[in-house]
Each structure stands twice: as structure tokens, then as C-alpha cells.
């Protein structure tokens, strides 16, 4: 179509049509097969002519061999005759001479045309050779005729003459054919050059013609297209030609005439698509776009005169949509024709742009799909109210809180998921029914009438209700009730929102709990400020103020440290310190002073509080008023460290200062004495007058020793009736003796117990630092041992420890060992003393002796280890032996008709106290003796030690029928009211 105020295109001018029609190919092919005949003569040319040049090489070397051949030939005649001998060379030289000259006579009648002048030479100088050649053969022949094999010197000149002949003629062949080679070599050149350039010729007029009868045309039809796709639809192809490039003009010149038809129906389809607001647009198979209306642009970004045919759909789609159009969609619409769906857009910012697509297959004539066109609709509206409806929904329905949705008669017409799941009941048991379902009804009525009331009024209602489950638990809920209502303003329904707020609840009364637990205890407590300077108290408990005597006033905003007063230099203070450092719990025994100024120790707790991200805000104090505990404490540590009876040092007492006394000697170079006392005979005043008696003796003691020493020094209860004296910065041993010696002074003084008139006297044994010892423990026992050397002596005696108190020391333990084990080994016996009548000299009785016969020492005496058996406990096992030995052998000697007497048998001190009844008893039963010729004896001082216990002992054993009798009478403090008690039936007087 034309455009406007444009003139038709002119009409185009026709020409005959040609008898004979050659298209364009065969114009070529015909061109083509021309150069390539002419190029192919030329190639066939060249090789004829290499081959000559070849044969006339070949006719060079085969002259030169000719030459050689000469040489030597004259070389052996000469040699022949000169030599007088026959040369076996010469014929065989003569035969490939001759074989020679004819290959070359016969190659030089074929040489090529280009060298016919010097053919005609060389056959002219062939021969000569040839002449030559025939001549010195013939002379050779002749000389060496009939017999002579020899060649004579006299017919050395005349063969000369010849081989030279023949030499100089075959060099003229030489040089001949040298010269023929190098003019062959010279023409084919000039062939060749010639050769190239006839095709070179050729080939520009070939490329001339092409770019007459091709190229221009084709140029022309090119800028017409170009022309015609600009927008000039006037432009037309005059045309005078019948090949391939005429019919291509006819042809543009109709399409453009249809092409013309066709734009104005689209520009009137476009204007159409440009007005529509929906997006519309037209794409290939491979989704590049062809077309995009102008919606459909603005929504993209691009302006209508930007280009953007050839991109791709894929960019203008977000990744799930271009996903969707290519599984779905375009498959969609190719299967069916059609398909319509939900994708989405990507503007130039980037955001997407939700859309309806319908997408279109446009097929071709051939019925196959060539374009698909689309038409989208922006639906962002009604996503952004789907997505927004969508929101709510969820948000109803995931939502921590119950909604319930009512209408205005109170029906549950909704509840959401966690009302379900809270409650227990099934949406069958709700839906269509009233709230009264899961009231509990414990919520006072007013407040349900208050909540009508309030909403019925258009209101919302807050508040608290009690309610319960399906499973019938109880719990508390936070609800809020708004109206809702329609355009008119009338209330249809009403929607709850509540809370499950019994766990807040119950964390309402477990801190009212806590609170009055808090100003109940007896203990203080504080919390202090971490998050401020100088960490104030921002809370104490009445306790607190009950302790410390300030009120919560004059302490809130104070540091702790005013509770110290003026006492800072607490070492436990530092663990506080290190604590709040660290940000961790700390503990403290600290002096705090109350407000009156009076002291008490308070044993601190604090423990930090940290907030959601692990900061510490502040600390809990807890503090403890110990002072009872603490004076209790320091009673304890003295009463662990002192006698109670004598309120002097104890042992463990007496080995840290000794300890200590032997550091100091040891750094000033000065002695140290330790004096170990032990009362002598103590334990018959103990055991006789009693206890008390004995505790006061002690006492006295005590303070006697006390008084011997320098203030200094130190007295000290071991245990029992021992007492240790440390004499400490001793400078002279004189000074020790005198102190020891005014000791046993004091002691021997009569001292008056319960109107009792007492005298006692003890055993002093002394070491010596450094002499005896370097250690507390050393010194201890040397001078123990120094003191059992004194009563050896005689008692109330003072002995220095020795080296040979040691060795008796040693003897001592040994004889522990071996006694542990001898009656195992059998090594004690048992010796009878008879017992006479003084009035009638018969044996009435006899005493049970125990000996010890020691493999190795011999006779033991019982005054050496019976003593050692009662200190370890052995006389327990020993005495049990000799009673039922003794009661043995007593019934053997009866049962043998010897006069039945009565055995006597001692008892120690700790056997009577070990039930002896039933030892008694059992060792009887088992020998078979009469109990009446049994008698057991016992000391006075076993017999006054717990009398009453005795007496009840004592008792028992005469109503077995057993004797008794008290040895050694008269050496104790014994009361004869008690002896009078006592069923004794017989008393034996100490010889002393």
C-alpha cells in the first residue's frame, strides 16, 4: 500500500523473453569448466616438459660416466706397457664404454622439441666419440694379436693419442649436453610464467563477468529488501533477465505488493492490541519474542519504540513461571490449542507481577505450530486480597490464643484449632452450641452480666473467666470480646480472644509464696544491683534488718561493705571479689557489725542472676548469722586441743608446739627438752578409791607440774596419769635436771582427796633435741622409753634417754612378737605349787604357775612378760589356756585315785572383766571338774575397781560353787565394808 501524498509505483517495462534461457548455475558451470580445461592443457604441458628436462639430466651423468670410463682405459694400456705385464681391467672397461656410448646414441634421439638445435650438435659430437672410439678399439685389437697378451712401450704413443682423442671428444658431449639442460630449465620457466598468466587472465575475466551478471543484481535486490523492510513500500525492481536473479526480482516485486496489503490490516490488528489493557504478545516455538503490545511494554519497563524482538520470554518471567509456561503451558497449547493459567511477570525492578496468561498455538499451513501468541491480565489485586484473606486465616487458625466466633444469640458458629487442642472437645461438641459448655461454674455471675452488658453495648469486653475442659480440669483464661458489626451498624457476631493464663497464674501465687517465704526466713536476704555502680542493695528482707539492726531504708543504696565498718582486711573478702569477677556464685565467712556496733559473723552466699542473654543483672545475698555457731566452733578447736579434766594441752596439742619448739631450737641453735611423766602406781589408787578420786589427784598434779615451769613452756596432758613438760631455748642440761627434779618434788607432797591423806610419786623420763632425736615423733618415744628405764630403776627416779634404753626398747618388741606367738607353738607350761595346812602339815591345795620356755631366750619370768600380756591384750587368750589346763589336769589327777585338792588359779584384771561367768562355766563343763575344787583369785585393786559391777561378778561365780579369794591383801585402798559384801572365802596377805 502506498503511503501517503506517495505516487503508485510506476509500471515495470517488460523484455522478450530469449529463444535460448541459461540460468545462472549453468552460466557458471560453463565458465568454470572453460578454466579448468585450459588450467588442465598447461598442467599436462608442464609435466612433458620436466620429464625432458629429466631425460637431459639423466644424458649429463651418463657422459660423465663416459668420460671416467676413458680415463681409465688410457690409465691401464699405459699401465700395461710401462709394467710389461697383461692388465685383466682393460677388457671389462672396454665393454662398459661401448655399453655406454649406446645408451647415450639412443636417448639422444628422443630429447624433447624445446631443444632440437642441440640435439643436432650433440648428434654430431656422438658420433666423433663413436669414430674415435672404433679407432682405438681397432688399434688395441691389432697390437695385442695372435700370442702377445702384452702392450709394447712403442705402442704407448699411438694409443695416447687415441684415449686423448676420446677423452676430449666426450667432453664436448658434456659440455653439450650442460648447455642443453640449463636452456630446458630456461624454457620451461618462461612456459610457466606464461602458463599463469593466461589463468590469471582468465580468472579476472570470470570475476568480472560474475560481478556484472551476479553480484550488482543481487546488491541491487539487497538494498531494495532493506529499503522495503525501512518503511519504503514504493520501491520496485526494473527487470530485464530470465534466470534465477529475475525470477528473485519478480518475485520481491509481488510479495512487496502483497506485503503491502497485509500491513495495513495488521496496522489496523496493532492499533486494536495497543489500546487493550490486557498484555499481549506473540513469540516462536523457542519462546523469543516476536511482538509485545503497549501494555504489555509499559508493564515491562520499555518504551514503544524500544526493540525487543529476539529476547526471550524466560526474561521476563520469574524462574517457576517460566517452569510452568514450559511444561504446561506451551505443551498445553500446541496439544490443544490452548491454555490458560496463573504465572506471573518480572518488571525491570524486578518485582513480580502475578498475571492470568492464555496462551495460543498458531499453526501453519502445513498444519505444524509456528508462533504462539499470549494474553495475560494483571492480577495483582486480587492476590494482594487473597494473600491478605490467606494471612488472616492462618493467622486465626496458627494462632497460641482460642477464637471463637459467635452470633449475636451467643451460637458458636467457629473456633479455631487451639481451642480444640486447649479444651479437648471435638467440633461437633462446639459448633451450634452456646459457651456454657466448658464454663466451669466458678466465674462469679456478676461477671458474665457485666460482659453482656459491655458488648451488647457495641463494646469491648476484657477479662478473667475460670473454665473447664472435656477432661474436666479447670483452668483460667484471659479473654476479649468485640462486636462485629454490618455496614448498617448492627451487631451480628462476636469474636473471642483468650489466653490460657494459668500458668501465669499459678506463677502469681508461687510469687506471693515466695515473697512470703522470702520475709519469713530467718536467714537475710539482699539483692543487689549489678547493672549499677558501686552494686547497691536494691532489696533486703525483714531478716536482714532483724540481724543487722538497720532498717531496709538505711541500707537500700549502700553497698554491703558498710556492714564491715572499719574491719576490711578480711581475707575472705578476696573469695567475694573473685566471684563477682568471675560472674559466679561465692562464698565468705566475714566480721559484719550491726548497727549498735556489736560483732557477729556472717556467713555469705551470693549467686548471680542473668538475664535472656547470659548478662548478669544482679546478685542474690543470703546471709547466715553463725556467731553461736562460730564461739561453738572455737569451744570445739579448744577442747580438741586441750585436756577437759586438767585443761591443759592434749597430746595433739603438745606435738604441734613441740614441732614448733624444735623449728625455733633448730633456727636459734639452742636445745629443747622433752620430759615424759607417768605417775607411779596410779592405777591402784584409780582402781581402788575410784574415779573421782583419781581425777582429782590428777588435777592437783597438773597444777603442781604447772607451777615448776617458766611461762614459756609447756605442760601437757598425754592421756591417762602421762604428762609432758617441753622445756624450750635450753642453754645449759643442769637447768633440766633441776626443773625435773623440783617436778618429782612437787609430786611427792601429800595431797588430801575426799578427806583421803594420798601420796604418789612418778617417773621422769627426758630427750633432748637435737641429741636423741630431729623429729616431734622421735623425741616422743625416746624419752617414753627413758621413762620406763626410771621405773625399772625404782621409780620416782629422772632418766636421761641412752643408747642402751633403745636396745631395752628393742628387747621389749621382740618379746611382743615372740609372746604373740607362743601359744600357738605350744612353749607355755604350767607349774603347781602345793598349798600345806600349818596345823596339820597335809597338802590342802596347790597354785597354778605359768612359765614360758622361749626356744631361743630360755625360761622367761612371768614378772617380765605377764605385765607385757596385759598391756597388749594377750592375757586374754593365755588365761583362758591356763584355766582350762589347770581344771584338766586337776580332773586327770583325780580321776587317777590321787587325793582330790583344790586348784588355784589367778585372774588378771582385764580377764575378770571379760565375763568370766561363762568362761567359768564353759571351761567346767568341758574338763568335767567339780566347781568346789576350783578356786579363782583376784587382787584387792581388781576387786575395789566398779564395786558394784565386782560384787555381781563375784556373785555369780560362787553360786557355781567356785572359791574365792583376794591375793595380795593389804597393798590397796580397799574399804572392809565392801570386803564384807564381797563372798570371798579366803584373803592371802601380801608378804609386804
Not at 62 to 81: H, I, K, N, V, W
Not at 263 to 277: C, D, V
Not at 943 to 963: F, N, P
Request: glycine fraction near 6%; aromatic fraction near 8%; include cysteine.
Amino acid at each position: 500500500m502506498p503511503r501517503k501524498n506517495e505516487p503508485p509505483p510506476a509500471p515495470l517495462e517488460q523484455t522478450p523473453e530469449p529463444f535460448v534461457r541459461l540460468s545462472v548455475g549453468q552460466k557458471l558451470t560453463a565458465i568454470f569448466l572453460a578454466f579448468f580445461l585450459i588450467t588442465a592443457a598447461s598442467l599436462v604441458a608442464m609435466e612433458k616438459l620436466y620429464n625432458g628436462v629429466a631425460d637431459v639430466s639423466q644424458l649429463v651423468n651418463d657422459s660423465g660416466r663416459m668420460r671416467y670410463l676413458s680415463q681409465r682405459l688410457a690409465f691401464y694400456t699405459a699401465e700395461s706397457a710401462l709394467q710389461k705385464r697383461p692388465s685383466s681391467e682393460i677388457a671389462p672397461l672396454m665393454q662398459r664404454f661401448e655399453a655406454t656410448l649406446a645408451q647415450i646414441e639412443q636417448a639422444s634421439g628422443s630429447l624433447p622439441p624445446l631443444l632440437l638445435r642441440e640435439s643436432a650438435t650433440l648428434s654430431v659430437q656422438i658420433k666423433q666419440v663413436r669414430d674415435s672410439w672404433l679407432t682405438f678399439r681397432q688399434t688395441l685389437e691389432k697390437t695385442l694379436s695372435g700370442s702377445a697378451t702384452i702392450l709394447e712401450v712403442g705402442d704407448l704413443p699411438r694409443l695416447s693419442r687415441e684415449t686423448d682423442a676420446i677423452l676430449e671428444r666426450t667432453d664436448r658431449v658434456v659440455n653439450t649436453l650442460t648447455v642443453a639442460a640449463r636452456q630446458a630449465h630456461s624454457h620451461i620457466d618462461w612456459l610457466i610464467a606464461g602458463v599463469v598468466a593466461l589463468n590469471l587472465a582468465f580468472l579476472a575475466t570470470l570475476v568480472a563477468y560474475a560481478r556484472w551478471r551476479i553480484v550488482t543484481p543481487l546488491v541491487t535486490v539487497t538494498d531494495m529488501v532493506r529499503r522495503f523492510a525501512a518503511g519504503d513500500r514504493s520501491v520496485r525492481l526494473s527487470n530485464h533477465r530470465y534466470d534465477e536473479i529475475g525470477e528473485l526480482m519478480r518475485g520481491f516485486n509481488q510479495g512487496a505488493e502483497q506485503m503491502e496489503s497485509y500491513i495495513g490490516e495488521i496496522s489496523r490488528q496493532a492499533e486494536i492490541l495497543a489500546a487493550t489493557p490486557d498484555f499481549v504478545g506473540t513469540a516462536t516455538l523457542e519462546g523469543r519474542i516476536l511482538y509485545a503490545n503497549l501494555a504489555l511494554r509499559k508493564i515491562l519497563g520499555f518504551g514503544a519504540g524500544e526493540d525487543i524482538s529476539g529476547q526471550h520470554i524466560a526474561s521476563f518471567h520469574p524462574e517457576w513461571a517460566v517452569r510452568v509456561i514450559e511444561r504446561e503451558g506451551i505443551p498445553g497449547a500446541i496439544r490443544d490449542g490452548h491454555w490458560a493459567g496463573e504465572t506471573a511477570l518480572l518488571g525491570r525492578d524486578g518485582n513480580e507481577i502475578p498475571v492470568s496468561q492464555v496462551i495460543l498455538a498458531h499453526k501453519a499451513a502445513d498444519g505444524t505450530v509456528d508462533q504462539l501468541s499470549t494474553i495475560m491480565r494483571d492480577i495483582s489485586e486480587r492476590k494482594a486480597a487473597e494473600a491478605e484473606l490467606r494471612k488472616l486465616s492462618l493467622a486465626v487458625e496458627q494462632s497460641a490464643n482460642t477464637i471463637v466466633i459467635t452470633g449475636r444469640d451467643g451460637v458458636i458458629e467457629y473456633a479455631n484449632p487451639y481451642f480444640y487442642a486447649l479444651t479437648g472437645y471435638a467440633p461437633e461438641e462446639i459448633i451450634g452450641h452456646n459457651p456454657r459448655v466448658w464454663q466451669s461454674g466458678q466465674t462469679p455471675l456478676e461477671t458474665y452480666q457485666n460482659m453482656w452488658q459491655t458488648i451488647l453495648a457495641g463494646e469491648v469486653w476484657r477479662g478473667e473467666v475460670y473454665n473447664r475442659k472435656k477432661s474436666g480440669e479447670l483452668f483460667w483464661e484471659a479473654s476479649t470480646i468485640s462486636p462485629v458489626k454490618s455496614e448498617k451498624g448492627e451487631i451480628t457476631h462476636f469474636v473471642s480472644v483468650k489466653q490460657d493464663i494459668t500458668g501465669r497464674k499459678e506463677a502469681e501465687e508461687k510469687l506471693r509464696l515466695w515473697q512470703r517465704a522470702l520475709e519469713s526466713t530467718v536467714n537475710a536476704i539482699t539483692i543487689t544491683d549489678a547493672t549499677r555502680p558501686d552494686f547497691p542493695y536494691v532489696y533486703v528482707n525483714p531478716a536482714f534488718e532483724r540481724i543487722t539492726g538497720y532498717s531496709a531504708g538505711e541500707a537500700l543504696g549502700k553497698n554491703g561493705r558498710f556492714l564491715q565498718n572499719q574491719d576490711t582486711d578480711q581475707p575472705e573478702l578476696e573469695h567475694i571479689r573473685r566471684a563477682v569477677k568471675e560472674q559466679r556464685d561465692g562464698k565468705a565467712l566475714l566480721r559484719n557489725y550491726r548497727k549498735d556496733g556489736s560483732l557477729f559473723w556472717n556467713e555469705l552466699y551470693i549467686s548471680p542472676v542473668r538475664n535472656d542473654v547470659g548478662q548478669v543483672t544482679h546478685y542474690i545475698g543470703i546471709q547466715n548469722d553463725v556467731t553461736e555457731r562460730k564461739q561453738y566452733e572455737e569451744q570445739l578447736a579448744y577442747q580438741s586441743a586441750h585436756d577437759t579434766l586438767t585443761r591443759l594441752p592434749n597430746r595433739n596439742l603438745a606435738q604441734d608446739r613441740l614441732a614448733q619448739g624444735i623449728i625455733f631450737a633448730r633456727r636459734s641453735g639452742h636445745q629443747l627438752a622433752l620430759l615424759f611423766i607417768d605417775l607411779d602406781n596410779f592405777k591402784v589408787i584409780n582402781d581402788s578409791l575410784g574415779h573421782n578420786v583419781g581425777d582429782q589427784l590428777l588435777q592437783i598434779v597438773a597444777q603442781r607440774i604447772s607451777a615448776c615451769i617458766r611461762s614459756g613452756d609447756t605442760v601437757a596432758r598425754m592421756g591417762g596419769d602421762d604428762f609432758a613438760v617441753i622445756l624450750a631455748d635450753i642453754s645449759q642440761e643442769e637447768d633440766i635436771s633441776r626443773v625435773a627434779h623440783k617436778i618429782l618434788a612437787a609430786i611427792a607432797e601429800p595431797a588430801t582427796v575426799e578427806s583421803r591423806r594420798l601420796t604418789v610419786t612418778c617417773s621422769i623420763g627426758i630427750s633432748l633435741f637435737p641429741r636423741d632425736g630431729e623429729d616431734a615423733s622421735t623425741l616422743l618415744k625416746n624419752a617414753d622409753a627413758a621413762m620406763y628405764r626410771a621405773k625399772d630403776q625404782g621409780r620416782n627416779s629422772v632418766q636421761y634417754y641412752t643408747a642402751e634404753i633403745n636396745s631395752r626398747i628393742f628387747q621389749r618388741l621382740m618379746l611382743e612378737n615372740s609372746l604373740r606367738s607362743a601359744l600357738e607353738r605350744d612353749e607355755f607350761t604350767l607349774h603347781y605349787q602345793p598349798q600345806v595346812s600349818l596345823l596339820t602339815g597335809q597338802m590342802i591345795g596347790m597354785e597354778v604357775l605359768l612359765r614360758w620356755r622361749h626356744p631361743e631366750m630360755g625360761m622367761i619370768s612371768p614378772a617380765n612378760f605377764i605385765p607385757l600380756a596385759e598391756d597388749t591384750g594377750l592375757i586374754i587368750p593365755i588365761g583362758a589356756w591356763v584355766l582350762h589346763t589347770a581344771c584338766k589336769q586337776t580332773k586327770a589327777w583325780h580321776d587317777a585315785g590321787l587325793p582330790p585338792v583344790r586348784v588355784a588359779v589367778n585372774l588378771s584384771a582385764r580377764q575378770f572383766r571379760e565375763n568370766i561367768p561363762q568362761l567359768v562355766a564353759k571351761t567346767l563343763a568341758e574338763s568335767g571338774l567339780p566347781p568346789q575344787y576350783l578356786e579363782l583369785e583376784i587382787t584387792e585393786s581388781v576387786a575395789m575397781q566398779h564395786a558394784e559391777s565386782t560384787e555381781q561378778t563375784l556373785l555369780a561365780l560362787r553360786g557355781m560353787g567356785v572359791r574365792l579369794s583376794i591375793d595380795d591383801f593389804g597393798t590397796g585402798y580397799s574399804s572392809l565394808s565392801y570386803l564384807k559384801r564381797f563372798p570371798i572365802n579366803k584373803l592371802k596377805l601380801d608378804q609386804s
